[in-house]
């Protein structure tokens, strides 16, 4: 389907504009979806305006580097998915480029939406709460009459906070920079939030409250600061799990306390790359539980924007405004 698409491009970093550009040829295997509707992803700020994360080739591929996307499949090249079917997208490393009025990927990271009353916006919601589902899955954890922290609360730390309340944490910490977050992270299973600074104080302060001075037994970091990543380390209990989802924010060392690590005798780990889940069964577990409405997400988006408008929707996101919650483009 030799055509031209309207597509956002990182063309210097920080700087992304909207221009025509060739519409990606499907190979054997690949299917081309119509986008929809997209969102913007904590990750794809880091690539956007983190000079550690940019390609090493400026300008960057057409509709680079989103992977929150919904569509529809108006060629297919793939068993399975044929012209007409409405799907969730979740592309892995050299195919997010759900940041254009197409994007040409692998079939197998197209999840057939599943019926539904609601907005399909819900159901793009997704993308993000499948990889928070994975990422919790990796550490076989038991949450029941725990007190787990929460550190960021974008909507990965939202589902993170909601995945906590339902199975069966007995509090749930939170910190973020943004009020407007905050005020949300009730809805998600938040039983304490606080703002959060470079100290990390007030954090540590709600969490030792709420655990009679212990500590968090499960601390989950998203952010990717070296602050919170600290802090995170500062608040587990003895023997805690601690989770690392933030994109680091710099290729530089993070210090932290190995005293603190050793002493306490925590288990710690790092997950990215939820999409190379041979089933991709996180993110249809996502989908059911939105399309069963166990989670409601109807209130997740904050603001919605053109492909046109990708450079607002960005920075949005980027500057964590008072108001914005997570950011979305609409065709």
Not at 7 to 31: I, N, S, T
Not at 70 to 87: A, I, N, T, Y
Not at 88 to 114: E, H, I, K, N, S
Request: hydrophobic share 45%; net charge negative.
């Amino acid at each position: 389907m030799a055509q031209m698409m309207a597509a956002a491009r990182l063309v210097e970093p920080g700087k992304v504009v909207c221009e025509q550009a060739p519409v990606f040829e499907p190979e054997q295997g690949q299917v081309v979806v119509k986008n929809l509707m997209a969102a913007i992803c904590g990750s794809d700020l880091h690539q956007v305006f983190f000079d550690s994360f940019l390609p090493q080739n400026l300008p960057a591929e057409p509709g680079w580097p989103g992977h929150e996307g919904l569509g529809e499949v108006v060629e297919s090249r793939f068993d399975g998915l044929q012209p007409g079917d409405k799907v969730l997208t979740v592309p892995g490393a050299g195919f997010q480029r759900c940041f254009a009025d197409y994007q040409t990927l692998p079939g197998f990271w197209c999840l057939p939406l599943p019926d539904y009353d609601g907005a399909a916006e819900d159901l793009l919601m997704a993308q993000q709460f499948g990889t928070t589902i994975y990422a919790l899955r990796r550490g076989n954890m038991d949450f029941v009459g725990k007190t787990v922290a929460v550190l960021g609360q974008g909507s990965a730390g939202q589902f993170f906070s909601w995945q906590a309340k339902h199975l069966g944490a007995a509090n749930v910490v939170v910190a973020d920079l943004s009020a407007a977050r905050l005020a949300q992270s009730a809805t998600f299973g938040a039983d304490i939030a606080v703002r959060g600074d470079d100290s990390g104080m007030a954090v540590r302060e709600a969490v030792m409250d709420s655990s009679n001075g212990r500590g968090a037994d499960i601390v989950i970091e998203a952010v990717g600061r070296r602050e919170t990543i600290q802090h995170a380390i500062d608040i587990a209990a003895p023997r805690a799990d601690v989770v690392f989802f933030g994109l680091p924010d710099s290729g530089e060392p993070v210090p932290f306390s190995y005293s603190a690590f050793f002493m306490k005798q925590l288990q710690m780990y790092a997950v990215v790359g939820a999409q190379a889940e041979k089933d991709l069964s996180s993110f249809h577990k996502a989908l059911d539980w939105i399309a069963r409405r166990e989670i409601d997400v109807s209130a997740m988006v904050s603001h919605r924007l053109s492909l046109e408008e990708i450079s607002k929707a960005l920075a949005l996101a980027h500057e964590r405004d008072e108001d914005a919650l997570k950011v979305a483009l609409r065709w």
